[in-house]
T-cell receptor
């Protein structure tokens, strides 16, 4: 049984600070890793994907992957109130199209 | 262009009735997925269609659930003899080869 674990939160971060979201996964052969953002009542939207160990930066977002520790994280710099949402970690076994295993999500609140 | 379209957006049904949920994927996307999200939970994989290949039905929770995809485009998820535990948001997603999943806005199913 593949598992993806996230702290459900809520995680409260002051505006302008760095928000750090963490995720661990159980399947060692996992190859693809994604962070989705989901606003209340809305569908998930992809914000980051990462496939190799190390850091990947896109604007204010940085994804970090450590396959040896089976750990993936998302950093949000200069947090804004609009970043308040639930962040879902998703893990896949291949690099291409395939079903993803999702965590239960971390609810993030940015405090103005 | 148009995104993934799901209908109905909300469905209230009585226990024991059958329901059909519809998904129109993004044009040209070969892969189509159904996920289920219960209140406060992560996304639970249900079924995956890829081109003309046999679908991956490994996530369907019981034989009351079935899905088909006609002509490689529109998909219908059918739940027979609905139970209260079937209440959830049913999300459809589509993707092209090696591209991220694009989710629809979901169908909120309530079984009374």
């Amino acid at each position: 049984q593949k598992e993806v674990e996230q702290n459900s939160g809520p995680l409260s971060v002051p505006e302008g600070a760095i928000a750090s979201l963490n995720c661990t996964y159980s399947d060692r052969v996992s190859q693809s890793f994604f962070w989705y953002r989901q606003y209340s009542g809305k569908s998930p939207e992809l914000i980051m994907s990462i496939y190799s160990n190390g850091d990947k930066e896109d604007g204010r977002f940085t994804a970090q992957l450590n396959k040896a520790s089976q750990y993936v994280s998302l950093l949000i710099r200069d947090s804004q109130p609009s970043d308040s949402a639930t962040y879902l970690c998703a893990v896949g076994s291949n690099f291409g199209n395939e079903k993803l295993t999702f965590g239960t999500g971390t609810r993030l609140t940015i405090i103005p | 262009g148009a995104g993934v379209s799901q209908s109905p957006s909300n469905k209230v049904t009585e226990k024991g009735k059958d329901v059909e949920l519809r998904c129109d994927p993004i044009s040209g996307h070969t892969a189509l997925y159904w996920y289920r999200q219960s209140l406060g939970q992560g996304l639970e994989f249900l079924i995956y269609f890829q081109g003309n290949s046999a679908p991956d039905k490994s996530g369907l929770p019981s034989d009351r659930f079935s899905a088909e995809r006609t002509g490689g485009s529109v998909s219908t998820l059918t739940i027979q003899r609905t139970q209260q535990e079937d209440s959830a948001v049913y999300l459809c997603a589509s993707s092209q080869s090696n591209s991220p999943l694009h989710f629809g806005n979901g169908t909120r199913l309530t079984v009374t």
